[in-house]
Nanobody, 115 residues
Framework: QVQLVESGGGLVQPGGSLRLSCAASGIIFSINHMGWYRQGPGKERELVAS???????NYPDSVKGRFTISRDNAKKTVYLQMNSLKPEDTAVYYC?????????WGKGTPVTVSS
């Protein structure tokens, strides 16, 4: 059974930082490309960071230079370091493979950026 469990979200002021974690089980983690996704209020879910099984990373322009994705294959965990957070980063953040396994979205972890 695939499980993806996100943690680390919370309330943070603009300009602040958060580090999200996602623990995976039920998949051969090391061979999978992984991604962090987010869904803001009234918005479609979007991919905000991806890390390939060789460690290469990719980001959309909206977060490039502020977000950093990393992975620990031994712990089957993927991380998202978010710096210089903006109100528009407010969303529920999810991890999944990239492309995503549609039946295995976790509950996500909410991030609210507000003063």
């Amino acid at each position: 059974q695939v499980q993806l469990v996100e943690s680390g979200g919370g309330l943070v002021q603009p300009g602040g930082s958060l580090r999200l974690s996602c623990a995976a089980s039920g998949i051969i983690f090391s061979i999978n490309h992984m991604g962090w996704y987010r869904q803001g209020p009234g918005k479609e879910r979007e991919l905000v960071a991806s890390i390939f099984n060789n460690g290469l990373t990719n980001y959309p322009d909206s977060v490039k230079g502020r977000f950093t994705i990393s992975r620990d294959n031994a712990k089957k965990t993927v991380y998202l370091q978010m710096n210089s957070l903006k109100p528009e980063d407010t969303a529920v953040y999810y991890c999944n493979t990239n492309p995503p396994l549609p039946d295995y979205w976790g509950k996500g972890t909410p991030v609210t950026v507000s003063s």
